[in-house]
Structures are given as structure tokens and as C-alpha cells.
């Protein structure tokens, strides 16, 4: 798996494995690799995957985009060693997992000084908007700043992708926003009951969190957001003799709350200083807790939202195999859509395709032959296939069935051809064929088979490879 290394600059060290799916780098925050250099765009190229190769094109930045000193035109493919210079800044493509990506448990260490939590002003949620207003209201453009960083969090997690790497970006957003030391989400680890970090976010590479437990357990129980401040620096907190000590760090951390259960924690810390001769930093104060515990709820939300769409999909497949079943045992083909969705599906995941079209070249693969098993011949297609359209879920799925027998020569039913049939269509396709042609001779070699696919003019040879592939790796077989 290879990754990116930013080589120089402020943000020197910052890893991020390129996975499946395109990443972009950019000045925003919202961007996948964020870089700070004045010479970047917002959003100034992108790094995409092809058929296991990666790709870096320009976003049309202002400044350009090189590749090993040379300005990149329209895109061009990454290889190990290559360096991408944004301005000033050069990023390596390499080898390896990040940094980031590694055990989260291994990048911080606890402290559990008892006089920590004496130390902390505790609030239930619903008790954060009694609090009494600080002495100084926050100029207008610090709330303006608090609305970005709130819309900038919240068009993250409700992106499509991973949840883990929307997590990650929501959490650096935070840390560049407020600022923080460190972001962390904890979550319980189901094989073991314990609260764990899921998320590890640090303002700099050489940042090594220190986390309290007591905290981290008070929030998580008694889901209470709490707030440790030095009282030093907040006048507002002088009246609480219980945090009068000096020295003490600034830490936020609230209950993660998913479908009215807590789930875990969001924990956010502030160094006291930065060194001898260096200013002292502000402690957190009201307006970050409400700050941070908003974050929280969205992030909750998100996941809430997430579980019920993972529930329908698993209800709505569950449904679709039963029917599919239940038409192929009458028919006498009982499991040729299922092995043709698990085809579809292994091809999707050889091609890196996103989680949205290999969810909708799997459910195209069970569905392949629904006409043929309704109308007992085949005849009547769109009809039949009319039949599934009330199914808002199949809205996107029903139109790749329909270009399941079209061929790449323009031999199908529609004539469809060459680059008028899609990534997908060519997928499906190509399961098809394999599922026909192996049902019809059970004891055939499928190694021979899929060899003898490669000659046929009507499907895409790049798409037969990767099946022998996958073929020879097993993954053709997994369920």
C-alpha cells in the first residue's frame, strides 16, 4: 500500500496511505492532505487510483503542480520515488503504511494524577447552555471562525468514504480550528470492554498525547462533558478553589452520543506552554467546550445515521436473495445470482472502484437474470424489470441490469458499444458470461474458461485478466 509523505514545511512528517479511493491535496482543511503553503489552492491536485495504479492530476491550481521538477499537464501516473511539488512544499509518494495508520494505542501514554479531575469543571449537555456568559463577549469574528470550523466538520463526516478517515480529517479541523494539541476519539473495543482510541490526531508529528483516564472514564459513564482549565489564565473559573492550581493542562472531553447511547468520547488537550521563553497558551474556555461538544453530536449523528443505512442495505439484500432464491429453485439454477454477485464483487474490489458502485455492481450481479426467471424464457426484459422500479434502492442498480447483456463489439440487445458501456457495465458483463458458461459445463477447467473469455470480441480483456486474477488469488470464491 503505498503512502504520502510531506517532505518539508510546517507539516514536515505528516504521512497518508493511499487506499482505493481518490485523495486531494490542497490549503483547505477539508482537503484529504492538507498542506500550509501560500503558493497551494484550496483544493490543487489529486491522487486517484486506477486498476491498482495511482494517478496525480492537477485541479486547476493557480501555481501548477510538478512531478520531479516537471510541470504536470493533464494527469500522469505516480510511481514509487516520485516527488509532487506544491510551490515550496514536496510530498513523496512511497512504500508503507503512514505513521498514522498505525496502532493508535502505541502513540499515546495516560497519566492518572488523581488531582486532575479536582481540577475539572464537569457539565451535562443539556446543562451547557445555563452556564453564565464569559465577562468579555468573543469578537464577532471568533464566532464566525467557530460557524466555519462547525460547517467545515460537519461536510465532512457526512461525506461518503470511510468513517474512520472522515473521523481523522473532522478531528484535524479541530486541532488547526481551536487549536489543540491533540484530538482523539475513544471508543469501547468490543472484544475487550475497554475504552480504546479509534482516532489519534496531533498538531505535529513528534506529538505524543497524554491522556487521563479518570477523565476519559468520568465522561464515558456518567456522560458528562467536562473541562479542565488553568484557573490562572480564566478569570472566570477564580471562584472554583478546586482549580486553582497552577500548571495544570487544558482539556476538553465530552460523550460521543450514538442513537442515544454513549459510544465513546471526544478528548482534546492544550499544552500549558510551549517552553522556556516561549508565550503560555490560553487555556480552553466556554465557547470551545460548546464548540467541541457540538462536533461531538454531529459526529453521533453521523454514525447513528451510518447504522440505520447499514441496517437497511442488510434488510433490503436479505430481501432481494430471498426472492431471487426462491424464483432460481423453481427454475433449477438455485445460487447462480448469488455466485454472480460475488463475481461482480470481487471484480469491483480488484479495481478499487468506490463502496457505492461495488454495492450496485453486487446487487446488478444478483439481479442479472431476474427477467429470465420471472418471464421463464427471458422474453419481456423492461417489463419485468419494471416490476423492481417502486424499490427506491434499485433506482441506480436497475439501469446496469438492463446493460448486462451489451457487448463492448455493439452485439447486445440495445447495440450499446466501445465507451458507451461503463466500468460497471463492462463488470457485470463480464460475470455474467463467467456464471453462463461455468453453469452450463459444471466440470469445466475455470482457469480454461476465463482464458477462453479473453478471446471474445464483446468483453473487455482488462476486466478478463483481473477475473483470472482473482481467480488465482481465491478472492473470486470468498463469500
Known sequence: MPKIRIMNGPMRGREKTISDKAVTIGRDAEAGIQILDRSASRFHCEIFPVGGMYFVRDLDSKNGTYINDEKLGDEELLRL???????????????????????SSSRISYNDDPDVLSNTLEFRLDELSDLSEPTE???????????RLLYQVGRIITEGGDPPEREARAL?????????????????????G????SVVRTAAPNIQPVISRSIIKKTFTENKALHSANAQEDDRFSK????????????????????????GVLYLSRGTGAGRGMPINPAFDQVDLELVSSCAVQIGLAEAAAEERRRHRASMWQMLCTLVRTLEAKAGCLGAGERCSRTCLALASAMHLDPASRERVRTAGL???????????????????????PVGDLESVLPLVRQGRERLDGGGPLGTAGDDLDTEARILGAAMTFEERTAADPGADQR?????????PGLDRNVVQLLLGCHLDGSLYQA
Open 81 to 103: 520515488g516520485d516527488v509532487i511539488k506544491i510551490g515550496t512544499t514536496e510530498l513523496g509518494f512511497e512504500q508503507g503504511h503512514a505513521v498514522a495508520d498505525e496502532d
Open 137 to 147: 463577549q468573543a469578537p464577532e469574528r471568533d464566532s464566525a471562525k467557530g460557524l
Open 172 to 192: 484535524d479541523c479541530l486541532i488547526a480550528g481551536l487549536p489543540a494539541d491533540c484530538a482523539l476519539l475513544f471508543r469501547r473495543d468490543p472484544a475487550t
Open 194 to 197: 475497554k475504552l480504546a482510541p
Open 240 to 263: 472554583h478553589a478546586s482549580i486553582s492550581i497552577k500548571g495544570i493542562r487544558s482539556v476538553i472531553s465530552v460523550p460521543l452520543t450514538v442513537s442515544g447511547q454513549v459510544r
Open 367 to 389: 439481479l442479472h437474470n431476474f427477467s429470465a426467471l420471472v418471464d421463464d424464457g427471458g422474453k419481456g426484459t423492461a417489463r419485468h424489470l419494471a416490476l423492481l422500479e
Open 448 to 456: 480454461q474458461v476465463i482464458e477462453a473469455m479473453a478471446a471474445d
